[in-house]
Every structure is written in structure tokens, then in C-alpha cells.
Nanobody, 126 residues
Framework: QLQLVESGGGLVQPGGSLRLSCAAS????????IGWFRQAPGKEREGVSC????????NFADSVKGRFTISRDNASNTVYLQMNSLKPEDTAIYFC???????????????????WGQGTQVTVSS
């Protein structure tokens, strides 16, 4: 079974940056489209960004477009989410998830994903 572990979260000031990592074990991550989701207190889980199986297609939520970048490194079996110009409203637990289907493009819908990590906390505060 595919296992995913997020890391890189922490406390940063507004305008700062963090890079989150999603590391896979047991299987090669390039077989899966990968999505990043976040869940803030009192809110439902929402899609942030995703990258297709081969890395040729990416999507971003309007709220993070232009500030966040997603990439994958097959050699290390890791997907990254680079977060710049962070805002307090970015505060949430961030999850990565893997889509085992053969969809051409990645999805921002939680129902499309089969495997989930346990999450990493991101807090943006002065």
C-alpha cells in the first residue's frame, strides 16, 4: 500500500515562505497524480494544487495562484509544494494525496484521491 508522509510545515510570518514535501514509500510516486489539500479550523478540506502523473499538468486554487508552485522529483520519490508570500489565511493543516486512476489531468476534488498522508501544520502569523 502506498504511504505518504508530509513534512516542512511550521510557523512563519506573513510574506514568508515554506516548502512542503510529500515523500512516498512502497511504490513509485510517478504512477500517481498528487494533490495538495488544506483544512483550516472549522472549514472543510479544500484543494490547493495538484500535479499530473508525468508532471506535465498542474492546477492551483485561485487563492494561491501566483504564490505557490508544485513540482515532483522522481529520483527522490517526492512531490514539493513551494509556498511564497504566505498570508494568515493560508494557515491550515496541509495534506498530500495520491490518485491511482489514469486521469489525464489532476483533480482538485478530494474524492479523486485514494491515499492520504497525515498532514503537516502551517501557521502564518506575526
Amino acid at each position: 500500500q502506498l504511504q505518504l508522509v508530509e513534512s516542512g510545515g511550521g510557523l512563519v510570518q506573513p510574506g514568508g515562505s515554506l516548502r512542503l514535501s510529500c515523500a512516498a514509500s512502497k511504490f513509485a510516486l510517478d504512477y500517481y497524480a498528487i494533490g495538495w489539500f488544506r483544512q483550516a479550523p472549522g472549514k472543510e478540506r479544500e484543494g490547493v494544487s495538484c500535479i499530473s502523473r508525468r508532471g506535465g499538468s498542474t492546477n492551483f486554487a485561485d487563492s494561491v495562484k501566483g504564490r505557490f508552485t508544485i513540482s515532483r522529483d522522481n529520483a527522490s520519490n517526492t512531490v514539493y509544494l513551494q509556498m511564497n508570500s504566505l498570508k494568515p489565511e493560508d494557515t491550515a493543516i496541509y495534506f498530500c494525496a495520491a490518485d491511482a486512476s489514469r486521469r489525464l489531468y489532476c483533480s482538485g476534488d478530494v474524492s479523486a484521491y485514494d491515499y492520504w498522508g497525515q498532514g503537516t501544520q502551517v501557521t502564518v502569523s506575526s
